[in-house]
């Protein structure tokens, strides 16, 4: 072997050790390998090579870690087999095998993600990709010469995958600014004293010059402007910009909250943007002509239609999710089938033990007051508290319900889409929770602002279903079940960072989510 060829050889050897002639498989990608792609003719490397390469090098366009696909030694491999006199054959068989293994790899988890969202307790049943052929896919972008498409392909195509990527681009162009190279001073003491600090227009703060650089780079405040003597116009209205961005309370008060998302560096929200664009790989945002999707970062339910590749949203409310800390909305996707009106509640075994027995062995008369009654095995109804009563809905031998009415737990309506971990949603006598800057109290079911409004959506192919018919149906008293037409699929995504009107918008990790992610991702072996 001629010492060139070697030196090639040793470049490109050294991408996949022991294991060169196979990748390293993610958790959807082992689909078999191509048929054997001669990226050097003659030697040589061709046009396509250098697009490969090329593409290879720009995985962290999307969001990939181009070492993942050993992009640099073969960016010196394709560069050092271009220079003096062809290869010989077994060489750049060699690369060429090299070659079509990376892109291979690249087109397959730019397509179904490097990590199983089941390894996160994401449990999507329709998991987006249908009948994506990488392999196929790589044998027809060869065959045209256009390499480019095929990572087109591959990619999530909706626009929210698109904008993400354009804005992941505008956030790394900003490098590491020198705005936040420090932290945000402390804030001013609230009087009267014992008051959470926070800033308000009119006060003086030592960190004025620099909020000013921070909001003018993210695009919230005229690049002009100077910074005031007091916090006031127009950082005032620039910070309610911000605010309104990351899920905060747009008030122009700088809180804790606001201070802490502040100080988010350009660099973190980077990889915020990356780990969202890993999701969108494994989420199944289109299943049908209509879609209702809950982004629980987000605190947010969309009712969207979908024609080809274009989404529209019809409706839009704000929700209420699970507990952070012990009762999370858990992540799936399931096909609504029903609607109940004037539902009863029946209280779930958990939390009947936790909550609901205690505080009748305590107060017997909390039974009459909320509406409760025993449901005996048989289906008897009864209404008196006893001890007996009590163990036996302890033992599983009884339950307690809610009737339909005004205090009842679920409002005046019930969208039931069939789940293992009996999770739907409903309409709540607690309204005033839904101005609350961060919205996770319930059990684990979702509660939704606007029940009228979603169920017009639900039920817009059922005509005869009217507002006024709704209406009357939720308020009637008297509990009914409605089966849909059509059964509409609904998705509980998870998603901390998004594209809004053009401009980007990031959320608290509230499960915890995106650290488990991270993490998985950082911890991932690839050979």
């Not at 000013?212 to 919230?220: E, M, T, Y």
């Not at 929200?269 to 989420?283: D, F, G, K, S, Y």
């Amino acid at each position: 072997m001629k010492r060139r060829d070697l030196i090639v050889r040793t470049l490109a050897g050294g991408l996949l050790g022991a294991n060169l002639g196979r990748p390293t498989l993610s958790w959807a990608a082992d689909a078999p390998a191509p048929a054997a792609l001669d990226w050097l003719p003659g030697g040589r490397p061709g046009a396509l090579a250098r697009q490969a390469v090329a593409l290879l090098a720009d995985a962290a366009s999307q969001g990939l870690n181009p070492q993942d696909y050993q992009a640099q030694p073969l960016v010196q491999a394709v560069a050092q087999a271009a220079q003096g006199q062809p290869l010989q054959a077994e060489a750049a068989a060699l690369l060429s095998q090299r070659l079509s293994t990376q892109i291979l790899r690249y087109l397959r988890e730019l397509h179904w993600g490097r990590i199983s969202p089941r390894q996160l307790q994401q449990n999507y049943d329709g998991l987006r990709g249908g009948s994506f052929d990488a392999a196929v896919v790589l044998q027809q972008a060869f065959a045209t010469g256009r390499l480019a498409e095929a990572a087109q392909a591959a990619a999530p195509r909706t626009a929210l995958y698109g904008a993400l990527k354009e804005t992941l681009a505008a956030y790394r162009a900003m490098g590491a600014p020198a705005a936040w190279q420090q932290p945000l001073p402390p804030l001013p003491a609230s009087r009267p004293k014992g008051r959470p600090p926070k800033l308000e227009a009119g006060q003086a703060w030592p960190g004025l010059d620099l909020l000013r650089q921070r909001l003018q780079l993210l695009g919230d405040l005229d690049p002009q402007a100077a910074t005031p003597a007091l916090y006031q116009s127009p950082l005032v209205e620039a910070v309610q910009t911000f605010q309104q961005r990351h899920g905060l309370n747009d008030d122009g008060v700088i809180g804790a909250g606001t201070l802490a998302a502040l100080n988010v560096s350009p660099a973190e929200r980077v990889r915020q943007i990356e780990l969202t664009m890993e999701r969108l790989r494994w989420t199944p945002i289109a299943q049908g002509p209509r879609m209702i999707a809950i982004n629980l970062p987000e605190f947010v339910l969309r009712g969207y239609e979908v024609h080809g590749d274009e989404i529209t949203v019809k409706t839009e409310m704000k929700v209420i999710v699970g507990k952070a800390l012990n009762t999370r909305t858990p992540i799936f996707d399931e096909d609504m089938r029903f609607i109940e009106f004037s539902p009863y509640w029946n209280i779930p075994p958990s939390i009947a033990r936790k909550e609901t027995v205690p505080k009748l062995r305590k107060d017997p008369g909390y039974l009459d007051r909320e509406g409760m009654e025993f449901v005996a095995g048989d289906g008897r109804v009864l209404r008196a508290v006893s001890s007996a009563n009590l163990d036996a809905v302890l033992a599983g031998q009884m339950r307690i319900r809610q009737r339909p009415g005004p205090e009842n737990a679920l409002g005046d309506i019930k969208f039931v889409f069939p789940n293992n971990d009996n999770i739907y949603l409903h309409h709540t006598p607690a309204t005033q929770l839904f101005e609350k800057e961060r919205r996770d109290f319930s059990h684990g079911c979702i509660r939704v602002e606007k029940p009228v409004e979603l169920a017009r959506f639900v039920l817009q192919d059922m005509p005869e279903w009217t507002e006024e018919r709704i209406v009357a149906a939720m308020t009637k008293g008297e509990s009914s079940t409605l089966k849909l037409a059509h059964p509409i699929p609904v998705l509980i995504a998870y998603g901390t960072a998004l594209v809004k009107h053009g401009r980007p918008y990031f959320f608290a990790d509230l499960y915890g989510q995106d650290k488990l992610l991270d993490a998985a991702l950082r911890a991932r072996k690839v050979s």
